[in-house]
């Protein structure tokens, strides 16, 4: 075992805290089916569900998101269904990621739009884990910001 500094447990969360959650995996999925659609008409929920495996009732809620914050339109009816109301070069990872996933930043100490101290950190020009965060947001906010929905269909 690897020891990292920090009690068992807190290295557990931090694990877990790496992990892509499915709500944003799944979206990525559905953004990624829609955008490779060459003609974007309307996609029904069941055909991106079934296509990309993904639970109806969840993906539902995960379109529902997305175009409440500008990613997607929505037609009712016939022929109806989810399409991008923006071209996939115009939507940032980094936008997606924070609509879906939240603050990019791990601890809330880096975070650029979520800014907190650390209740359990007196100095953090000297805190080795601020400082190991603060290159983990950069690098990861690097490739969400070089990356668009363009990039994922290529």
């Known amino acids: 075992m690897v020891s990292i500094g920090f009690r068992a447990n807190t290295a557990i969360l931090t694990i877990f805290a790496l992990m892509l959650s499915k709500k944003t995996k799944y979206g990525l999925k559905a953004l990624t089916y829609l955008a490779s659609q ?13 296509h990309e495996n993904i639970s109806q ?4 809620s995960i379109l529902l998101i997305l175009r409440r914050n500008g990613f997607l339109g929505s037609k009712k009816g016939k022929g109806g269904g989810y399409y991008l109301i923006k071209e996939p070069q115009e939507i940032p990872m980094a936008s ?3 609509i879906l ?7 809330p100490c880096v975070s650029l739009n979520f800014y907190e101290k650390c209740d359990d950190c007196p100095d953090e020009k000297t805190c080795s884990v601020h400082k190991l965060m603060l290159q983990v947001r950069d690098a990861n906010l690097a490739v969400y910001r070089n990356t668009t929905l363009a ?3 290529a």
């Open 101 to 107: 996933e939240g603050p990019i930043a791990m601890v």
């Open 151 to 153: 990039d994922l269909i």
């Open 38 to 50: 060459e003609n974007r008409e309307p996609v029904q929920i069941a055909e991106i569900a079934k």
């Open 57 to 60: 009732k969840f993906l539902e």
């Open 96 to 98: 997606v990621m924070r």
